[in-house]
């Protein structure tokens, strides 16, 4: 079922992002409402990711910036837990920050197809497994914003359609993937689809 919120935008004019000194990313102008699908592509190294965690707060910024998101799921690329955690340790870990109950995220995980045992460390499953656990709090309900990026790396083509389901049912998504097949399922599942390109130290939204 789709998730209803009240109407939210996120709209940024003249906007920077630094990292210490340096300028990263300039001149940006978004005016984007709710409800959205945000597909930001480019090539690597030109910002998105930077991008996305200028909008969390973790770098300096300059200009006009409305994004009044409070409750917010984000999935980077780079995973928190190590090869020495356990499959346990990290469900801990998520509840923790999450609320979610143990048995609400083996629910999921039986859902996406994960066959290991809670025992097992980090460095015994596969890759996709190991991006299962990572994707565990895109499928939490009652967020208002998911930013997810690099999300279907190594995982295979039925976990990548729920994915794509479960982006599609929800309110208000930021997207960095590389994967065309995906983006291109998207698109056809997802009628709120936008779609902007990060080049020349700024992000265009395309028309």
């Known amino acids: 079922m789709m998730q209803i919120h009240i109407l939210r935008m996120i709209n940024l004019e003249n906007y920077h992002v630094y990292i210490g000194k340096k300028q990263i990313l300039k001149d940006i102008n ?5 409800p ?12 998105k990711t930077v991008f996305m965690n200028s ?4 770098h300096k910024t300059k200009g006009k910036k409305i994004f009044p998101y409070k409750k917010i799921i984000y999935i980077p690329d780079t995973p928190f837990f190590t090869e020495q955690f356990t499959v346990e340790e990290v469900l801990k870990t998520y509840r923790y920050f999450y609320n979610i109950s143990i048995k609400q995220m083996i ?3 039986n859902s996406l197809n994960f066959t290991y ?3 097992y460390k980090i460095s015994e499953l596969s ?4 991006k299962k656990l990572e994707i565990i709090p895109l499928f939490i309900d009652n967020y208002q914003l998911y930013l997810l990026d690099e999300t279907t790396n190594h995982l295979d083509k039925e976990t990548i359609n729920i994915i794509s389901d479960r982006i599609s049912n929800l309110t208000d998504t ?3 993937d590389h994967n065309q097949d995906f983006i291109n399922t998207l698109k056809n599942k997802n009628k709120n689809i936008k779609e902007a390109v990060c ?3 700024s992000i265009i939204l395309s028309s």
Request: net charge positive; no cysteine; charged share 15%.
């Open 30 to 34: 978004l005016n984007i409402k709710t």
């Open 199 to 201: 080049r020349e130290k």
């Open 117 to 119: 045992p809670l025992s």
């Open 55 to 58: 909008l969390l707060g973790f």
């Open 174 to 176: 930021i997207i960095i």
């Open 107 to 109: 629910n999921i995980l």
């Open 36 to 47: 959205f699908t945000l597909l930001l592509s480019g090539k690597n190294g030109t910002g």
């Open 127 to 130: 890759l996709g497994s190991r």
